[in-house]
């Protein structure tokens, strides 16, 4: 699970399985905050191999017992050789019995709602949507890229593009277009935020000039929504500048850019919506209205180990609701 390393949003069972692994593989990663959280408690019982074609990544953030440079794929193939020569192989059955203990947490439940929409609803929807389709996915960054990783079940590789180390709001409309131009006869989705969408919104003109049918899918919840949960979670619900009070009408913006603009609201319309959207051979902006104070989890606190997560609440009372408002309901 790549979040479990890069987005301090990965499942329970890979959390769990990096903190309490004997053996850690790290494949050009940088160490970074992002994969650590605190560093002297960071995976602390491993043995941490780290293949890096850069020297200075070695040992920067993280001591690491075997340091490996070079080329990835030559050092992998060498790995695999050596694997399969190996005439006695550990029982790791053991292991994934305790794996399998931490999957049956279900770390990505969410509570059903009939009445408004639920991000992650949204994207599993989608998701269903295009299942057997030639589709290409980008990102923004924020929740809707937690949830695009988590709820959208990629069946082939490189169908996934995403700013996983920069982090940069706006990329994936632009990126949409590069893929679409790359591939002309693919579906190509933009997952976007409300917030981020707006950073590069301007090449949606670039979408019609060139007629590149991107679409662009944007959970709407009028929120720079990873700011507002780090405000309310960690820092006492104290909000700061994360509401945005002066949203464009995004249907209207679509077409005042020539696109085509579709909006979901409720459950019940988001199904035909999709549908509309996928089917339209133009750029569409389509405004997914969703719950606009819904948390995205698993989530590691700034500063915290990998078995520290913070998870949604399983109990609907105010002892509970406080220990989260507070950032005291750790694991």
């Not at 408690?41 to 191999?49: D, E, L, N, V």
């Not at 700011?227 to 994360?242: A, E, I, K, M, Y």
């Not at 902006?285 to 998870?311: Q, T, W, Y």
Request: proline letters at 5%.
């Amino acid at each position: 699970n790549w979040l479990g390393m890069l987005g301090m949003h990965g499942t329970y069972e890979a959390n769990m399985a990096m903190h309490d692994c004997d053996v850690m593989l790290c494949v050009g990663a940088r160490f970074d905050d992002r994969i650590t959280g605190r560093t002297d408690a960071f995976s602390p019982g491993s043995k941490k191999i780290h293949i890096d074609i850069d020297p200075s990544s070695i040992n920067k953030n993280i001591r690491v017992d075997v340091p490996i440079i070079g080329d990835a794929a030559n050092v992998l193939g060498d790995l695999l050789q050596v694997f399969k020569a190996e005439a006695k192989r550990p029982d790791i059955r053991p292991w994934w019995q305790e794996i399998a203990k931490w999957r049956a947490r279900n770390s990505l439940s969410y509570k059903k709602n009939s009445d408004v929409i639920l991000p992650q609803f949204a994207i599993q929807r989608l998701f269903e949507a295009t299942r057997g389709r030639d589709v290409y996915v980008t990102t923004e960054v924020g929740q809707h890229q937690m949830w695009a990783a988590q709820f959208f079940g990629f069946e082939e590789p490189h169908r996934w593009m995403t700013s996983g180390g920069l982090g940069t709001m706006g990329y994936g409309l632009p990126a949409a277009l590069g893929v679409q131009v790359a591939h002309p006869d693919s579906l190509v989705i933009d997952i976007a935020g409300d917030a981020s969408v707006q950073m590069t919104m301007q090449e949606m003109s670039t979408a019609v000039q060139y007629e590149l049918p991107i679409k662009i899918f944007i959970l709407n919840n009028q929120y720079m929504g990873m700011v507002r949960q780090w405000q309310q979670l960690l820092h006492g619900n104290r909000l700061s500048h994360s509401y945005s009070e002066a949203l464009p009408d995004f249907v209207k913006l679509a077409e005042a850019f020539g696109c085509v603009g579709i909006q979901a609201v409720k459950p019940g319309d988001l199904d035909g919506a999709i549908k509309e959207m996928i089917s339209v051979k133009r750029p569409v902006l389509f405004d997914c209205r969703v719950a606009a104070l819904e948390n995205c989890f698993p989530m590691i606190p700034s500063g915290k180990a990998h078995n520290e997560m913070l998870l949604p609440a399983e109990a609907n009372d105010e002892a509970t609701a406080a220990a989260f408002a507070s950032g005291k309901a750790l694991v």
